[in-house]
């Protein structure tokens, strides 16, 4: 069964730092792209980032470039988001997607239940 | 960037009524786009992409077509069950971006 299963939210200061995780199963992780997509709670999708299957190609929201981070280990099937710098208008729920493809610049098949965000002092 | 304007923001029909949702393109992005449903509480699923092509186990119900600027989701039957919201997005280009959404109910 395919699975996305993201871990690393919780209640943060504003200006502090949070690291995302998502553990893959179910399939060759290291054969696809990978992305984040926040939603606040009553709104629409945004994506955040997403990273190539070599992690040769990243790419950012203009609203979280320079302050978040898109990495992964395909070793361990997981990938990553370091976010620094944290605002309110970061508060959401944070998932991970799979592209149905090598390259980040594609639609997303697989998605996971997400974990939440609140920044908040 | 690239925007997506989706059309309406919300509407109500009845069961077994043609459903037709738009999705505009602030420029050409050719076939690039797909189609999500997001039932109430639930993770999004990729309805169809390409513009056109059903993803595995949709129903055939749902169909999408358009090119360049101008696409289209259509539900030839609503059911129950199709109540969502439901997103298009753009990938021709990054970054990848999500139109506004359009909510589904029945009356």
């Known amino acids: 069964e395919l699975q996305l299963v993201e871990s690393g939210g919780g209640l943060v200061q504003p200006g502090r730092s949070l690291r995302l995780s998502c553990a893959a199963s179910?399939?060759?992780?290291?054969?696809?792209?990978m992305h984040w997509v926040r939603q606040v709670p009553g709104k629409g999708l945004e994506w955040v980032a997403g990273?190539?299957?070599?992690?040769?190609?990243?790419g950012y929201a203009d609203s979280v470039k320079g302050r978040f981070t898109i990495s992964r280990d395909n070793a361990k099937n997981s990938l990553y988001l370091e976010m620094s710098n944290l605002g309110s208008e970061d508060t959401a729920l944070y998932r991970c997607?799979?592209?149905?493809?090598?390259?980040?610049?594609?639609?997303?098949?697989?998605w996971g239940t997400g974990t939440t965000v609140i920044v908040s002092s | 960037d690239i925007q997506m304007t989706q059309s309406p923001s919300s509407l109500s029909a009845s069961v077994g009524d043609r459903v037709i949702i738009t999705c505009r393109a602030s420029q050409d992005i050719r076939g690039y786009l797909a189609w999500y449903q997001q039932k109430p509480g639930r993770v999004p699923q990729l309805l169809i992409y390409s513009a056109s092509t059903l993803q595995s186990g949709v129903p055939s119900r749902f169909s999408g077509s358009g090119f360049g600027t101008d696409f289209t989701l259509i539900i030839s039957s609503l059911q129950p069950e199709d109540v969502a919201t439901y997103y298009c997005q753009r990938y021709n280009s990054a970054p990848l971006t999500f139109g506004g959404g359009t909510k589904v109910d029945i009356k």
């Open positions: 990273i190539s299957w070599s992690s040769e190609n990243l």
């Open positions: 179910g399939f060759t992780f290291g054969d696809f792209a």
């Open positions: 997607a799979r592209g149905d493809a090598g390259d980040y610049v594609y639609y997303l098949d697989v």
